[in-house]
């Protein structure tokens, strides 16, 4: 089976064009997460590309699949809600575009849960059917399994807002409306204003505000730079704490770690791994935490599975 | 059908005979939480003296019931764990006891899951297939139903440890091993530390230390003490701060409020609906934060869907 994939981030969209497990092409489109009508036409030009290098037909492919970061309906095919990304993603006619642009049937799912399934499917979760992934990047994606069955929602909302757990009763507030969520206390977007309130940022080589990300933030904290490291510290400790409100809410066996921080895994495993043995529920099973296996191509292979799964009663 | 059900409590059991959504007779036993295997005789007399009143015999029963303050597999039949109520319970034969005593099967569930499963049967969460319970008393215990299938999970913990997510980085060592949990924050086994970390309560009229109550405090905050209303209302921002993070886990429609302290509904409902209404993720349905309707019935309510319930492929 092949699909023509969308991984909509925050900062540019993963084209793929994928057959079974396998990435066959792909392509980044750089967005600054505006209007995503205007960038209908740019999608079917790369998908046009991916195909002609591949020498395949969008006949040769069984649909179009979109991994969107908010909430969305797979079973309705409806994106339901997004916050600042892609402000006119509710009211568009996907379904239509892609029947016309390319003959092909859509599917649409939040972009954590197929990454989700992609893990499931051909990576770190391969064989479990108890999982949890937490994605760490612009914002904290999540999407849990539980013993086998991919969790939705009535609002399609289930698993998906692990990112928005409250960590620190009077902490930041959100953009999601609430206060001290695990993503206003450690995400991408969030990263600049907490860095700014660390006491050694005045002084600190960091000091590079509006555009900090956790790839500065790590590196000078592999330098030893006293502040990187202190904020490093914070970021880790509140995906720990978050990572055992997720094991206590899902029970996963696995709980899968993605994202673009994850290129400093070698840290970040170890010390999740650590606090959650520590201070989960004492009689639940061991939750082992991985690495992502299929980096940016996990929610690209996650459209195999949704497009072979079969929505037998559609709500709505 | 009829039941004969125990819920298990930290101070108390309830006992009680309960044909299909109504309760015949109830008895409630004092406990220390210490060995179960100790009471077992007592719940025999107990079962007797209820059935004698009803005029009914144990064949008249389909099952005994026991609603226990922990990990529960109702499926494997087994207590798998329990903090520190009843540590001999993981290890006795209950089903060889219920069969000896009164020639029925027996069943086992975490009192909270069987409190849902009672008021989605006969209470506040009739006709509704996404439902988020949580009970305040000498801990927090929470389930979830999502679109209608009762979360269970790999270890039978998911659903039931919604008490146990960090809400306060850096807060109070909880009795799960975690930090800053909701339970450790606000319940009422940690009610009179955290009552002692408050300023005034050295001079308050509150100070009767060790065994402060739920009911002392809000009684005392209704007639205006000072240091009652801090305390009242560090709790109550506790619960609603956790009831978002609920909301956000399991997509529910209605979020259920049970426990003694729910006798003080009618401040405790407003100011968590309040909340949630405010910090849950903007794009999600209304959750409706609703009082518990039967009380300390629902665990013995429960007990029917409970004994109704068949398990086709049961693990372990």
């Given at each position: ?14 084209c793929g064009l994928v057959e079974d497990r396998t990435v066959l092409e792909t392509a980044s489109i750089d967005t600054v997460a505006g209007s995503l009508e205007a960038l209908l036409p ?43 990304k892609y402000p006119d993603a509710c009211d568009l006619d996907l379904a239509g575009w892609a ?218």
């Amino acid at each position: 089976m092949r699909a023509l994939v969308l991984d909509m981030g925050g900062s540019h969209v993963g084209c793929g064009l994928v057959e079974d497990r396998t990435v066959l092409e792909t392509a980044s489109i750089d967005t600054v997460a505006g209007s995503l009508e205007a960038l209908l036409p740019v999608f079917v030009t790369s998908f046009q590309e991916l195909l002609r290098r591949a020498g395949l037909q969008t006949s040769d492919c069984s649909g179009v699949v979109v991994g969107f970061p908010g909430i969305v309906d797979a079973r309705s095919g409806s994106i339901r809600s997004t916050l600042d990304k892609y402000p006119d993603a509710c009211d568009l006619d996907l379904a239509g575009w892609a029947c016309e642009a390319f003959g092909l049937p859509i599917r649409l799912e939040n972009d954590a849960r197929l990454a989700l399934m992609g893990e499931a499917f051909a990576g770190a979760g391969q064989g479990i059917d108890n999982l949890v992934m937490m994605t760490l990047g612009t914002g904290i994606g999540t999407a849990a399994m539980i013993e086998g069955h991919l969790l939705r929602g009535v609002h399609a909302c289930a698993g998906n807002l692990g990112g928005h757990f409250t960590v620190q009763m009077g902490g930041r507030r959100c953009k999601c409306g609430n206060i001290g969520c695990a993503e206003a206390e450690s995400s991408g977007w969030a990263l600049p204003e907490i860095a700014s309130s660390f006491p050694g940022m005045a002084n600190c080589s960091l000091a590079i505000a509006a555009n900090l990300t956790f790839a500065d933030v790590f590196q000078h904290a592999e330098r030893g730079d006293a502040t990187a490291l202190a904020i490093r510290s914070h970021c880790l400790d509140v995906w720990a704490a978050n990572a055992v409100s997720l094991a206590h809410a899902y029970d996963p066996e696995v709980l899968i770690l993605g994202g673009g921080v994850m290129q400093s895994a070698s840290t970040i495993v170890p010390h999740i791994q650590r606090y959650v043995a520590e201070h989960t529920w004492r009689g639940m099973g061991e939750v082992q935490v991985r690495a992502a296996d299929l980096g940016s191509s996990a929610a690209l292979i996650g459209a195999i599975p949704l497009l072979m799964e079969h929505f037998g009663d559609v709500k709505n």
